[in-house]
């Protein structure tokens, strides 16, 4: 019998959330790891993170120069990586202090900044190496991930899930929140994958899966003032998890910038 197509999943400045939707999978993983070997995938035991593999998942942005060094031998010994969630796709949640002196803040928490050995400013993976496929979500979907697995063992190129939430929400038959409810619902411009599960609960979309394609944040901006957000709050909702996101980051200075003036 070949060998079996070599798997890795690492992680860098992340939670470890998308990693365990990963481990998630259930038995779908247990038939996956019949089909590849997971040569490095530490939260799930397998260690040897200088491994080549065919296909390394990376989890989680580039947030201290040991994480810059430490990709660039990902890249090197993998065929194609893919990265997992936002943190490794947009820099996720830390990126938010890519709009502070970072240095200031670590001098404000604790009591020994010195110990502390971070860049100033946290950068997704594509930032630092080529990236073959981007994965989104906080965390990222165990369907998206398996997948793309699949596509990626079967030579098939990955589809990547373009659509608003709006859109997704139409399909399952959901009432609108925002249509309904007057919710700062953030679906309209952000990318499908979730299957529009806050919306289908009752609840606003709060734009984990990133920015669509072509989306609308202007729009999107003047009807959350509508509904009564001051700028500074629209930019905190563009802000939140995908803030770093050139299209998020862009909405939130213009409505920053509202408030500034
Ligand atoms: S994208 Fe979200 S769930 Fe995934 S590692 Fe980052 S913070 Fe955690
Ligand atoms: S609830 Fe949000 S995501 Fe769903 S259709 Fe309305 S605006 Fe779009």
């Known amino acids: 019998m070949p060998d079996k197509p070599r798997v890795a999943v690492h992680k860098f400045s992340s939670c470890d959330g998308c990693q365990l939707a990963f481990l998630n999978l259930g038995e779908a993983l247990l038939e996956v790891a019949q089909l590849v070997d997971f040569v490095h995938f530490a939260e799930a035991g397998a260690v040897d993170p200088d491994a080549t593999v065919d296909i390394a998942f990376v989890e989680g942005g580039i947030s201290t120069s040991d994480e810059a060094a430490r990709i660039m031998r990902v890249r090197e010994r993998s065929r194609w990586l893919v990265t997992i969630g936002a ?133 999107l901006s003047r009807r959350l003032e509508g509904l009564g957000l001051a700028p500074d709050a629209v930019a905190a909702r563009f802000r939140f998890i995908n803030g770093a996101a050139p299209a998020f980051d862009a909405a939130a200075r213009a409505a920053s910038e509202k408030t500034d003036g």
């Open 87 to 219: 943190c490794a796709t947009a820099g996720g949640i830390q990126a938010l202090r890519n709009m502070h002196d970072a240095k200031a803040w670590v001098a404000g928490v604790y009591a020994h900044p010195e110990y502390v050995s971070t860049l100033d400013r946290v950068t997704p993976i594509a930032a630092a190496v080529p990236v073959d496929l981007e994965l989104w979500g906080c965390p990222v979907n165990g369907r998206q991930v398996l997948a793309a697995l699949r596509s990626l063992l079967y030579g098939v190129a990955p589809v990547q899930e373009q659509d608003k939430v709006c859109l997704e929400c139409k399909r399952r038959g959901s009432v609108c929140v925002m249509v309904t409810r007057g919710a700062p619902c953030m679906g309209p411009v952000t990318r499908t994958g979730c299957g529009a599960i806050c919306p289908a609960f009752g609840r606003d979309c709060y734009a984990c899966y990133g920015p669509a394609e072509n989306s609308n944040t202007a729009s």
